[in-house]
């Protein structure tokens, strides 16, 4: 299944981001630790380099992933000279509290009245981001819900004189091209739910947790997982829950909701979707696919047209 979610408002936001960018001094982004790469919105990357803007890349939610992909992350992105990645989580009055002064690194030039410093925070859904402002904040200036999409419109707030933020709408972007990204957004809760069937996406998660976190997986739900594939997996969430339909049969829906909100919760552990050498494989497998399909579609259009040229002759 391929999950694709750009609700209208969406693109009206890109627009007026796009339009402040050139007011803006430092980008903040905020991304999900869990899947540092996939929750990157390619737009925010578009703009923010048209304008050449410094980005601060907060991985946000670090005390849900694994701090050693966290800590692979923070230097693949610091690859960029022109990124600055910090590990936080917004339960942490410490970790927010410098969220301000790293920003301010990136532009030095901004710190005085008359020249206060402009930032815009950017992301994907269900990211933190208004979480982030509010705590920065320090008082309720912004929705905040455990669901993808809150903030709908754009807010404009000052710190102090010196400090200014930018809140943005939640923001995806028109296809996402890899359907392993779709499926790790909708896993953690950055998709709509009309977007996607829960079913597909707890089996994918339980694969993948299958591969990667077997040992939290057997500790969480009492059993040996050697020899589960993602289907019996849930079944034995279910089982261990007493999820049972009617008829008597596992309820495999309700089992379903139990992963991805255990996985979503932290209550399975410290969990990362992806690391910086994982993403890599991903994207050549992916190319690899894309090339094949190419070469399909081009194989089957050169075998369409000689059909035609065939029925021509004929005539």
């Known amino acids: ?166 809140d943005t709408p939640g923001l995806l972007w028109p296809k996402i091209e890899m359907p392993s990204d779709g499926m790790a957004l909708a896993a953690s809760h950055a998709i709509g739910a009309n977007a996607l069937i829960e079913e597909e996406v707890a089996v994918w998660l339980a694969e993948e947790l299958l591969k990667r976190y077997p040992d939290l997986l057997k500790a969480r739900y009492k059993a040996d997982v050697s020899a589960m594939d993602g289907v019996a997996l849930i079944e034995r969430v279910a089982q261990l829950r007493s999820y049972r339909l009617k008829g008597g049969d596992w309820d495999f829906e309700k089992a379903s909701h139990m992963l991805l909100q255990d996985y979503r919760s932290g209550a399975l552990g410290r969990i990362s979707l992806e690391t910086p050498a994982t993403r890599a494989e991903a994207l050549v497998a992916h190319a690899e696919a894309e090339r094949i399909k190419a070469e399909e579609a081009e194989r089957k259009a050169a075998e369409k047209e000689a059909e035609r040229m065939k029925g021509k002759r004929g005539t």
């Open 1 to 166: 299944m391929s999950i694709q979610w750009f609700p209208g408002h969406m693109n009206a936001a890109k627009k007026k981001a796009a339009e402040q960018m050139a007011d803006v001094d430092v980008v903040i982004e905020v991304v999900d630790a869990r899947l540092p790469a996939a929750s990157c919105n390619p737009l925010v990357e578009e703009l923010r380099k048209f304008r050449q803007r410094p980005c601060l890349k907060i991985l946000n939610k670090i005390d849900l992933a694994d701090p050693d992909a966290t800590a692979a992350w923070i230097r693949h992105f610091e690859q960029d000279k022109t990124v600055t990645a910090y590990a936080m989580t917004t339960k942490k009055p410490s970790d927010v509290a410098k969220v301000i002064s790293k920003a301010r690194k990136l532009a030095p030039h901004r710190n005085e009245p008359t020249k206060p410093l402009r930032m815009m925070i950017m992301g994907i859904p269900n990211v933190g981001k208004s979480t982030l402002m509010n705590a920065l904040l320090k008082r309720r200036v912004a929705k905040v819900g455990d669901e993808p999409a809150v903030t709908k419109q754009q807010q404009k707030i000052y710190l102090d004189l010196e400090t200014v933020l930018i």
